[in-house]
T-cell receptor, first 117, second 114 residues
Framework: AQKVTQAQTEISVVEKEDVTLDCVYETRDTTYYLFWYKQPPSGELVFLIRRNSFDEQNEISGRYSWNFQKSTSSFNFTITASQVVDSAVYFCALNDLYGGATNKLIFGTGTLLAVQP | EAGVAQSPRYKIIEKRQSVAFWCNPISGHATLYWYQQILGQGPKLLIQFQNNGVVDDSQLPKDRFSAERLKGVDSTLKIQPAKLEDSAVYLC????????????FGSGTRLTVV
């Protein structure tokens, strides 16, 4: 069955520290997409990145970077030099294409990141 | 480009009452999703529409929840009667073509059932 696991429930760091959020997924599909979303206290889900299963290149966007490893079914997210504004809940999600009929997202339980000044 | 619009932003009702949420997706997005996010959990899909047809409603508690998407644009999600465990944020999302083009989420409706 398709599943996303975010084992870290809460992480607390001090500003300027680097932090890595872990994501492990399970899927029977050979073609799939992985996502990261940020959910600040205001509640909206903010899209951060989408990666398809054929592209294992790591990606860097400013202070954000993502490490995708199919061998370990992981898609980890690192924030470098964290800032207070990074405080939020972060969700990893998997696009479920199994059966071909749907394109729904399956979310992990989220990691609450608290960045202390 | 306007985002996904949802209303109301907040709603408090008593158990056994009914409530309705409205969603207006991004123009041209054929696929519309309703997710339920209970506090401390990730969003869970309730129902998915492709244009005005239902693609997946396997997780929708059909004895109390209903949804429609008339004319393949706006959508309404209704709960009748509400239970305490329905307290959650209800998120609407739309997509041009699923994961290939990504998903856009609305700000959600926070429902509290007392």
């Amino acid at each position: 069955a398709q599943k996303v696991t975010q084992a870290q429930t809460e992480i607390s760091v001090v500003e300027k520290e680097d932090v890595t959020l872990d994501c492990v997924y399970e899927t029977r599909d050979t073609t799939y997409y992985l996502f990261w979303y940020k959910q600040p206290p205001s509640g909206e889900l903010v899209f951060l990145i989408r990666r398809n299963s054929f592209d294992e290149q790591n990606e860097i966007s400013g202070r954000y970077s993502w490490n995708f490893q199919k061998s370990t079914s992981s898609f980890n997210f690192t924030i470098t030099a964290s800032q207070v504004v990074d405080s939020a809940v972060y969700f990893c999600a998997l696009n479920d294409l199994y059966g071909g009929a749907t394109n729904k997202l399956i979310f992990g339980t989220g990691t609450l990141l608290a960045v202390q000044p | 480009e306007a985002g996904v619009a949802q209303s109301p932003r907040y709603k408090i009702i008593e158990k056994r009452q009914s409530v309705a949420f409205w969603c207006n997706p991004i123009s041209g997005h054929a696929t519309l999703y309703w997710y339920q996010q209970i506090l401390g959990q990730g969003p869970k899909l309730l129902i998915q529409f492709q244009n005005n047809g239902v693609v997946d409603d396997s997780q929708l508690p059909k004895d109390r929840f209903s949804a429609e998407r008339l004319k393949g644009v706006d959508s309404t999600l209704k709960i009748q009667p509400a239970k305490l465990e329905d307290s959650a944020v209800y998120l609407c999302a739309s997509s041009l073509q699923g994961a290939v083009y990504g998903y856009t989420f609305g700000s959600g409706t926070r429902l509290t059932v007392v």
